[in-house]
């Protein structure tokens, strides 16, 4: 409820509300962690050993076409390169068998429409029986004979399909700023090509979404005049803010904040305080890397630090049931946090009240006898 009326507070009123907001979550999430403490790990375990997976990020690529200030893709140091189909196939496969229906094929950096197998790939999501499938792109490489293809898809998948479309700024020299690419007009085209065939077929599951990256005086002009008429007509949804307080993430210290000032843009500040797991490694699901590395965090960990296994030495339903992740999840029990973790602004404790796994395994239990 709070983060619900958070989403609704003018954006400056929200700015002046957060260092209260701070200063609660300060307060409350180590009485928090002393009160629910056996209790998160008991769930915990239960969790791991029932090997609850709501979705399965697979990296079928990590290249992109852009160079977005805000992102650490530019800095990552792991090869950039595609995922052979064979390999993709065998891994759904094992992800499918353990009971997971819900994939997203961008995984960590990289953009889907890069690939030139990804039709191929949603062809077999679609013969696995997946209910739903997304993706994020930034539209570059999303032409209208892709766009197309793409619809085609839609009309005979018979679960939900979800695009999330990363967009730098509604004028040319703001996107060329944020994203470092001279492509707006390309893009702009694109997605006005997505949206018009969407309403032409009434295709409605379909979702799209528009994820805006850049200031929020640059919420103006013509191009976003456009894309609000869109969205009044139930064709996208726009979304401004990045994360709870319209800050931009540091990817586990990889993007400094200068570099996301210089594009006029907030950084979110580097966690002080460490109480248990993260909370996204819960709510998020795993990430299937290029190499089948499963790894715990599928947020900003760019260079994969938090690996639990890899589904080309054993089943994914071991790896997320395995030692790896039961030890990563006592460690951090312990606050013993990793080094990845510690240095991410990302870091959400399970015990902060606006966490996830606080509300639907803690604060539910409140009213139950323990």
């Not at 989403?7 to 009485?31: C, F, G, Q």
């Not at 499938?133 to 197309?148: C, E, Q, R, V, W």
């Not at 929020?216 to 002009?221: A, C, N």
Request: net charge positive.
């Amino acid at each position: 409820m709070r983060a619900r009326i958070l989403d609704t507070l003018p954006h400056r009123l929200l700015w002046a509300l957060l260092p209260l907001d701070r200063l609660y979550r300060s307060l409350v999430v180590p009485l928090n962690q002393s009160i629910y403490s056996a209790r998160a790990h008991r769930q915990i375990e239960e969790i791991v050993k029932q090997s609850v997976v709501d979705e399965v990020h697979i990296e079928a690529t990590n290249i992109c076409n852009a160079s977005c200030r805000f992102c650490a893709y530019r800095l990552m140091e792991r090869p950039k390169r595609v995922m052979e189909l064979g390999d993709f196939q065998r891994y759904v496969d094992q992800i499918v068998a353990a009971g997971v229906e819900t994939f997203d094929l961008t995984a960590i950096v990289g953009d889907p429409f890069t690939d030139a197998l990804l039709f191929e790939r949603l062809a077999y999501l679609r013969t696995r029986a997946a209910k739903t499938i997304s993706l994020t792109t930034n539209a570059i490489a999303m032409p209208p004979h892709k766009t197309d293809r793409i619809i085609s898809f839609a009309e005979s998948f018979c679960g939900d399909l979800l695009i999330r479309i990363s967009f730098g700024g509604f004028d040319r020299q703001t996107y060329h700023k944020i994203f470092q690419v001279d492509r707006f007009d390309r893009v702009v085209k694109n997605i006005m090509h997505l949206l018009e065939r969407r309403q032409e077929l009434k295709l409605g599951a379909v979702a799209v979404e528009l994820h805006v990256r850049c200031p929020l005086s640059g919420l103006k002009g013509p191009t976003y005049r456009m894309f609000r008429d869109y969205e009044s007509r139930g064709l996208l949804t726009i979304r401004r803010r990045v994360n709870r307080d319209l800050r931009y993430g540091n990817w586990g210290g990889k993007v400094k904040p200068e570099e996301i000032r210089s594009v006029g843009l907030t950084p979110a500040p580097r966690p002080k305080r460490f109480f248990g797991p993260c909370d996204l490694m819960f709510s998020r699901g795993f990430v299937v890397t290029l190499d089948g590395t499963v790894n715990a965090c599928a947020c900003r960990d760019v260079e994969v630090s938090l690996p639990i296994g890899n589904l080309n030495d054993e089943a994914f339903i071991d790896v997320i049931r395995g030692a790896r992740r039961h030890r990563l999840m006592a460690e951090m029990m312990q606050n013993r946090i990793p080094p990845f973790c510690r240095e991410c602004s990302e870091y959400r404790s399970i015990f902060s009240p606006d966490a996830d796994f606080y509300r639907q395994f803690l604060k539910r239990a409140q009213a139950s006898p323990r």
